[in-house]
């Protein structure tokens, strides 16, 4: 009997590391396995007589996919890309009954496999597809009896490939080479083969569902303008979007025709580009791979008469709900574009940009998370979410955290990074905001051991070095690194302990809790000098990050702030990265007016009037959209109209605006309660104030001086002084 139980508890083990039980089969063509970029038309014909109300398919595919049923599109770029955990794969979710009918169906499904490894996507090595749809009396799965055979147009375009970082190849389509209506059906176009591997076993790994919505098609639509110069047209998209571009055109057979936008590069670094080579006669085309930028350029040859160019701007499945408005109209369109960034920074990931790497840098997700909270709808937290499962689970066996995950060819950590992440501005703002716990237990044993086993401390309970990593702390000089870690690991204790006491971890609570004391007592003592903080030998001068630092940790008590306003006025080597903490600490030191000078001083240097996205780096240095730099986003919603949880989900928040000049705000953000919404008008020392509060809500509306006055649900008016 014991062995019975034994075998039993192995096999639903088994079963729980593989995954769902699937009954299809990974389809593929033979020829083309492990042949990069590489295009799969699969068909299958299908005989239902009553159709479902429901029948929702389950579908995955290394890399990318496009579904029509009965010649319609279904699924405009479905899959996400492969690296839930390493050697792991994502699957879609489709409701398909819309789409079909009584009689002979037609399932047509076009696979991209990138074959490239990058710094968002681990490739399995073999291109396949995955298809499950079983319900209602109906039941469509993958197997031999699909056509398949590989998409001739597609191959890779002529000019560089992109840089190392992309997993996506440089698309060229050839229209000579294939039927155009291949998907509507007709003659049979080859033989699909099994691939042997079962659901769940490697290559493809085990098949987690889909944790972020369906790419939201915004439809084919005309550009802003279009204009022709020489040989281009020059297309002006509304702002800088993620979309496929889309021509109709009539030419003799064999002229190339180029796709490039303003984007396919960041000075050396090549990014994504495409071309189209023609058939005979009238024709469309849309180029299915997305590109990104503020112009789409056309690069037509003689021969060939252009009728029509559109686009179609895909993206992450949200609401631009949230808002902010002030009398200040540089910190206005600041706010507009920095919520712009954002989305554009927004698919498979976050990104660091949409352009150069596609990577999911955890640095700029720390920001990138929490501006969505103010900027943004709801389902834009699953990122946030998918995130943090995928950082965690991509921990090394050492327990050390890096990014971006996924990749396959950078294993590098960059220490401080990964301790702003898992810390109070990264795993606890998603959960404090969010209200959503049920990621705690998931990540908790990596968490816990990256910060008790892979870090090591000192006789003063500092953490030391770790030196094997990239040890990047923020762009610019002058930088006191040893200064800056403490007080990151100090932040990652602080997030750590919130999240032991959510899950019961209540020995995990008091060990952190005397960690931090006795850091913040050690840090005091070695690292102040009197009139500022610095590591004991570093001959640099001060760092204003430190001193920021310092005080947005709570490791700096007030009593020291006029020390550390005094370097932070006269040291101002923080760059893009680093300036959130800088503009922070003034708020959190009761200097709202340094803060919006120092914001407004900030924002000419990465914006700019005929860019409707923000650059990575003062001055306008590398590319114009990096939602890092969209941080005053944060300090709009949570400082300047003072709204911040005080409770998870914003079941009680605080109302406590710091205003500085400003003599108008209004600023909502949307919560699962419902939005939230404050308008300011300051009259003196008075702030008149109007402040909604959803039901099942409390807000705690707080003044200068700290007092305090609770607000049930409704619109409330008031007067703050």
């Known amino acids: 009997m014991k062995r019975i139980i034994l075998l039993a508890a192995l096999l639903l083990a088994a079963l729980r590391l ?8 990974w389809i593929s063509r033979s020829y ?40 319609e599109m279904a699924v405009f770029e479905g899959g996400l ?9 994502y699957y879609d979710t489709v409701d398909i009954a819309p789409y079909l009918k009584s009689g002979q169906n037609v399932i047509s499904v076009l696979v991209w496999y990138f074959g490239r490894n990058g710094f968002s996507h681990m490739s399995s090595g073999m291109p396949a597809l995955l298809f499950e749809a079983v319900g209602g009396g109906v039941e469509i799965l993958s197997d031999d009896t699909w056509d398949a055979c590989e998409h001739f147009a597609y191959g890779t375009a002529s000019g560089k490939s992109p840089n190392y970082r992309l997993s996506e190849s440089n698309v060229r389509y050839d229209a000579r080479k294939f039927n155009p209506d291949w998907y509507k059906g007709g003659k ?11 659901p769940g076993d490697p290559p493809f ?23 022709k110069s020489g040989d281009t047209l020059i297309c002006k998209l509304p702002y800088n979007a993620q979309f496929s571009a889309y021509m109709e055109l009539e030419a003799s057979a064999g002229k190339v025709i180029g796709l490039h936008t303003d984007h396919d590069s960041v000075g050396p670094e090549k990014c994504v580009h495409g071309e189209y080579v023609t058939r005979a006669g009238k024709q469309s085309y849309e180029h299915l791979p997305w590109m990104n930028g503020e112009y789409m350029y056309y690069i037509v040859p003689e021969g060939v008469t252009i009728d029509k160019v ?16 002030c009398d200040d109209p540089l910190i206005n369109e600041y706010w507009q574009k920095a919520q712009r960034t954002l989305y554009v920074c927004m698919r ?25 909270f103010y900027a943004l709808s709801p389902s834009s937290w699953a990122l946030a979410r998918k995130g943090i499962l995928e950082l965690a689970n991509w921990a090394k066996p050492d327990g050390s955290m890096y990014a971006p995950v996924p990749c396959s060819n950078w294993f590098k950590e960059l220490a401080q990074q990964s301790l702003a992440s898992v810390g109070w501005f990264g795993f606890h703002n998603y959960w404090l905001y969010s209200g959503d716990d049920s990621f705690i237990g998931e990540i908790y044993p990596a968490l816990h051991k990256y910060l008790h086993e892979t870090w090591q401390v000192d006789e003063n309970d500092l953490p030391l070095e770790r030196t094997k990593g990239w040890n990047w702390a923020d762009a610019g000089r002058d930088i006191d690194k040893m200064a800056l870690l403490h007080p990151w690991y100090y932040l990652a204790l602080k997030g750590e302990q919130a999240l032991a006491g959510v899950i019961n971890k209540i020995d995990d609570v008091g060990v952190d809790e005397r960690m931090m004391e006795r850091l913040k007592e050690s840090y005091n003592n070695l690292y102040w000098t009197g009139s500022c903080y610095k590591t004991p030998g570093y001959e640099g001068p001060a760092d204003d990050r430190v001193q920021a630092l310092a005080v947005v940790s709570g490791i700096a008590d007030p009593d020291k702030y006029d020390a550390i306003m005094k370097i932070m006025e006269e040291r101002q080597e923080a760059e893009t990265y680093f300036m959130r903490y800088i503009i922070d600490a003034y708020f959190i030191m009761a200097r709202p007016d340094k803060a919006l000078e120092r914001l407004r ?12 996205t923000l650059w990575e780096h003062r001055n306008h240095k590398n590319s114009s959209n990096h939602a890092w730099s969209g941080h005053g986003i944060i300090h709009a919603g949570q400082r300047i109209a003072g709204i911040e949880p005080i409770k998870p989900g914003f079941k009680e928040f605080i109302v406590r605006p710091q205003m500085a000049s400003l003599k108008h705000v209004e600023a909502g953000l949307e919560t699962s309660y419902g939005m939230i919404e404050v308008v300011f008008d300051r009259k003196g020392k008075r702030i008149n104030a109007a402040i909604t509060v959803p039901q099942g809500t409390t807000a705690v509306v707080s003044d200068a001086r700290g007092r305090e006055q609770r607000l049930g649900s409704g619109t409330h008016r008031l007067s703050i002084r």
């Open 18 to 25: 593989s995954g769902e039980e699937w009954s299809a089969h």
């Open 348 to 372: 498979d990931t976050y990104m660091d940009c949409p352009d150069r790497e596609r990577a999911q840098w955890w640095g700029d997700e720390v920001h990138e998370l929490t501006e969505a």
């Open 32 to 71: 083309c396995a492990g042949t990069g970029n590489t295009w799969i038309a699969f068909q299958k014909k299908v005989d239902i007589k009553d159709v479902p109300a429901e029948l929702p398919a389950k579908i995955a595919a290394d890399s990318k996919y496009w579904l029509w049923i009965n010649g």
């Open 81 to 89: 890309k492969r690296g839930p955990a390493p050697g792991d794969g």
């Open 188 to 198: 049979k176009i080859g033989s699909a083969f099994e691939i042997g591997v079962k």
């Open 601 to 612: 001083a900030y924002i000419p240097s990465i914006m700019k009037s005929d860019c409707s």
């Open 205 to 227: 790994g085990k098949l987690i569902p889909r944790s972020i919505p369906m790419w939201k098609d915004y439809g084919l639509r005309d550009y802003e303008s279009v204009r």
């Open 310 to 325: 559109q686009f179609r701007e895909s993206g992450y499945d949200t609401a631009f709900s949230g808002y902010f408005r």
